[in-house]
């Protein structure tokens, strides 16, 4: 791709404006004031979406819930649209009026989205107007994953976590930063350790889901404390019933679209039992995500019929692996935020030997949704962890 780059040129892509049809809303109310629900023995969420819970979720999807309030909000930030690897990808970028502002690469997963991000976006770009100092601030660019929102699906077999990697390796090229961190979670956290180990532009990682192996030596748990491996425990215990979802989108991604992309309250309750279980909450995930948030970017995904593209990345990933499916060693420096609500939580000591790891930091709250559940806190590992990294 051929362009003059410079440092962090704000013009490059088409501007883009969220701007939904009136007859999509229509439909979806339509849609939603037709649904057929299914019997339930009442078990609160013990064998999938709770039924009354979501009744009430989608009574207030189609007569309470705002979604032009909710696009004006989110059209604060300026959107564009570049060809990338041949195809639009989108994208926020939001440049800080600070000088010295580094670039910060924010990278969602599945089932979220750029969206995940709308309660961080200001803070970390404007860090004076929100409690921080100029030296904190961040051009902050926001992508939507290949499949994702308004990115075009792939075309062809192969984007796997890699290929996604290498587009957005491309997207901070054409923008003309250099020495960027990346930070993710989720599929985020797969693409960021790619990026730390392809894209030497790439300068350090900040990850609140880290994919660490157990490490391959006699006792993997001898430079592990009691308390760290009890987090290990309860991690493996809260996801060792809820990860069925990933067989099915592995395997028959298409099969189960046709399902989701048909029926919104089939789409809500596909994803936002995922908020529930993910989520740090004690009971109502409400309380850990507003419905608004958690609506919104179900309505993204429901507007941009998305969902199955998105989660064919699982069958990418498990039917056209890398070679070697993740890199052996990322050597950029790398923060972890353990959230104590997050699916997998493994020891410092095991993170060690699959990244240069120069911070951990235990948070008091918070779950996988980090940047949407507490944003005040996210925001602030960002600044310490930056701080910490070398110079």
């Known amino acids: 791709m051929p362009v003059a780059l410079q440092s962090g040129r704000p013009d490059i892509g088409d501007r883009f404006t969220i701007q939904i049809a009136e007859p999509e809303l229509e439909d979806l109310a339509r849609r939603l004031e037709m649904t057929r629900w299914p019997d339930s023995l009442g078990t609160d ?149 790619w990026l730390g180990a392809l894209d030497p532009s790439c300068a350090a990682l900040h990850l609140n889901l880290v994919f660490a192996r157990k490490p391959r030596n006699d006792n993997p748990f001898a430079d592990v404390s009691d308390a760290e491996r009890a987090r290990l425990e309860t991690s493996r215990q809260r996801t060792r019933e809820g990860l069925g979802y990933q067989e ?76 070697p499916p993740v890199p052996e060693y990322v050597d950029k420096p790398t923060a972890v935020a353990a959230f104590p609500g997050e699916l997998h939580l493994p020891p410092p000591a095991w993170i060690k030997h699959s990244y240069r790891l120069v911070r951990y930091s235990l948070q008091p709250r918070g779950g996988h949704f980090a940047a949407l559940e507490v944003p005040e806190l996210f925001v602030a590992d960002l600044r310490s962890a930056v701080a910490d990294f070398p110079s």
């Open 45 to 193: 969420w013990a064998d999938g979406t709770d039924l009354r819970w979501l009744q009430g979720i989608c009574d207030y999807w189609q007569h309470g819930f705002d979604w032009r309030a909710e696009e004006r909000s989110l059209n604060r930030f300026p959107h564009f649209r570049l060809n990338v690897a041949g195809q639009p990808l989108h994208f926020i970028h939001q440049r800080s009026r600070q000088p010295k502002a580094r670039p910060l690469l924010l990278l969602h997963g599945w089932p979220g989205s750029f969206v995940e991000f709308r309660n961080v976006i200001d803070a970390l770009s404007d860090p004076l107007a929100h409690g921080g100092r100029a030296e904190d601030a961040f051009h902050v660019v926001v992508p939507s994953i290949p499949g994702y929102g308004f990115s075009e699906a792939p075309v062809e077999h192969g984007c796997n976590g890699r290929a996604c990697a290498e587009r957005f390796q491309a997207l901070m090229a054409t923008l003309g930063y250099r020495d960027y961190l990346a930070q993710g979670g989720d599929w985020g956290s797969h693409i960021a350790t």
């Open 248 to 323: 099915i989108q592995g395997t028959r991604p298409q099969t189960l679209g046709y399902g989701l992309n048909d029926s919104p309250v089939g789409l809500a309750a596909w994803i936002l039992e995922k908020f529930h279980a993910w989520s740090d909450h004690d009971g109502d995930p409400e309380s850990a995500i507003g419905r608004d948030d958690m609506l919104t970017n179900v309505a993204l995904y429901w507007f941009t019929r998305s969902i199955t593209s998105s989660m064919r990345l699982y069958f990418e990933q498990r039917q056209h692996p890398s070679d």
